[in-house]
């Protein structure tokens, strides 16, 4: 009956600690007391077998490990041949070394994505009007005979003021120019805050333009470690060494595709 199954249901409450012995913290349970036993007899096999092989140990034993790492400031350190430190100063900038040495692939392909993302944020937000890397656009303008061709005035043909005729940009017509559509006064302040905000905007693209092509460096830096870890596909021969600014040039021999 419902009586008798809610007298099997109470709830079993564990021993608390005596009153006098409360200051030595909580009463230990034997799970706590098995756990702690485990760990005891765990480390007690450790240093027996350490102890066996310290006993078993030939002083007459020698390793080049031993003369090629050395302890500094209580931290183990692989001790570099002059030819390995040369190479080391002269290839990565410290930037690089200590992005290498902390960070993986995958991070830095992460970062380079998301460079490029913003890079495309900014260029959508700007025009780049002054920008010299910007191609040069041409209108072709088609006529019939070599007469027409010597007779074309651009200013009429392109229905704007003479003087305009070097823009790509910003070129209106002569009907708004003579309606008086761009006399329109604009505050001297308002443009001095709007050309400085221009500027800081062009100045992070160039930075996060400059960051990407480090990153792409230091991207295919690193692809190319992988590739060299490699025992099975060993290059022929190396054509051009690292620098900062570029990955090192090898040469694979041809494979057959089956």
Known sequence: SFKNAAKSQHTH????????????G???????????????NRKQKILKRLRIKALDKNPDEFNFHMINSKIIDGEHTEKLSKKRQAGTGQVLTP????????????????KRTSERRKIEKLQSRLHLISSEDKPQNKHTIFVETDKEKRELDLASRLDTHPALL????NRPRMQDL??????????PEKMRLVKKETGKVYKELEQRIDREEKLGVLHRKMELKTLLRSEKNKPEKKIHDETPDSAPVYVWAKERKR
């Open 26 to 40: 909580l009463l230990e349970k034997k799970k706590d007391y098995k756990a702690r036993a485990a760990d005891y």
């Open 13 to 24: 409450r564990e021993r608390q600690q005596p009153a006098d012995r409360r200051h030595l």
């Open 95 to 110: 930037e690089q070394v200590a992005l290498m040495q902390t960070q993986d692939l995958n991070y830095i392909i992460s």
């Open 166 to 169: 070097g823009r790509t940009y």
């Open 178 to 187: 003579k309606s008086g559509k761009f006399n329109s006064s604009l505050d």
